[in-house]
């Protein structure tokens, strides 16, 4: 027996992903009938099939659904930021497809889903950071206490909620979960009754939008809520509307983004 070759076999399997068909296949026919099959039976299944009909195949009428199918598979198993990467990519590259009208849907959607998406890129700082984050939420939760006779703001719990939303903002000054952290501490001085503090809460919300993570929850969500702040605590109606106009100027590139939506809603609530 010829080792080295059953070695080899091996390694080309484990690098497929799938199952010992991807090495007995051979044309790019044979992998995308296989692709097809494992794709209808799972969400993620036909990755690799359809990756070697685009990459390890010479030209085929197979590639272009290939790609399509790559993209698919990521918005059909949550995986927002590579649906998007690659219907793009499938758009750019396939312009003439008969899939176009439905990747550009998928792309739409793709976007509008990803914002649910806290942080969409986990490096060792980010999560990091969104632990210092869910330490100084554990004080949040605690600053004011409801008993029998009345509530209480515990200034002890207000400042260790804001050492921690500190020690982000400090030692990760430009990160996504930054970000969460100004976000946070804006809404501790949401949680007062004195416009000095309704102030410092707008002041941090404009911390975080200008740090411009527009493709994450808490980016867009800085921005809408200086609008908010402006409406409910400071009843400022003429700067309310010029936030959220703001927001909307943001989102240009993005008119179905869900941030653009609330924004024009509000200013239509306002301008009654």
């Not at 090495?23 to 992998?31: A, F, H, R, S």
């Not at 804001?162 to 949680?191: G, R």
Request: aromatic share 18%; proline share 3%; hydrophobic share 35%.
């Amino acid at each position: 027996m010829n080792y080295k070759k059953v070695l080899l076999l091996c390694c080309f399997l484990c690098f497929t992903g799938n199952s010992g068909f991807a090495g007995i296949l051979t044309t790019p026919e044979e992998l995308f009938k296989m692709g097809k099959a494992q794709f209808e039976c799972y969400e993620a299944g036909g990755r690799s099939f359809f990756y070697q009909v685009l990459y390890l195949c010479p030209k085929n009428e197979y590639q272009e659904e290939s790609a399509f199918l790559i993209a698919k598979s990521f918005t059909l198993s949550g995986d927002w930021y590579r649906a998007i990467f690659h219907l793009e990519k499938f758009l750019k590259n396939y312009p003439q497809s008969k899939f176009v009208e439905e990747a550009k849907t998928l792309l739409i959607d793709s976007k509008a889903l990803s914002l649910r998406t806290i942080f969409p890129r986990w490096s060792i700082e980010s999560r990091l950071g969104d632990a210092y984050v869910g330490y100084g939420y554990s004080h949040v939760t605690r600053c004011v206490r409801t008993g029998e006779y009345g509530s209480v703001f515990d200034k002890n719990e207000f400042n260790s909620a804001m050492y921690w939303f500190d020690k982000v903002i400090n030692e990760l000054p430009k990160t996504p979960v930054t970000v969460s952290a100004y976000s946070f501490k804006a809404q501790v001085y949401l949680m007062s009754d004195k416009e000095s503090d309704y102030k410092k809460a707008i002041e941090e919300f404009q911390k975080g939008a200008a740090l411009d993570y527009l493709d994450t929850f808490y980016g867009g969500r800085c921005w809408i809520l200086i609008g908010d702040v402006y409406k409910d605590q400071l009843k400022d109606r003429k700067k309310a509307i010029e936030s959220y106009k703001a927001v909307i100027d943001r989102y240009k590139d993005d008119p179905d983004n869900y941030f653009v939506s609330y924004a024009k809603a509000q200013i239509i609530f306002l301008s009654k």
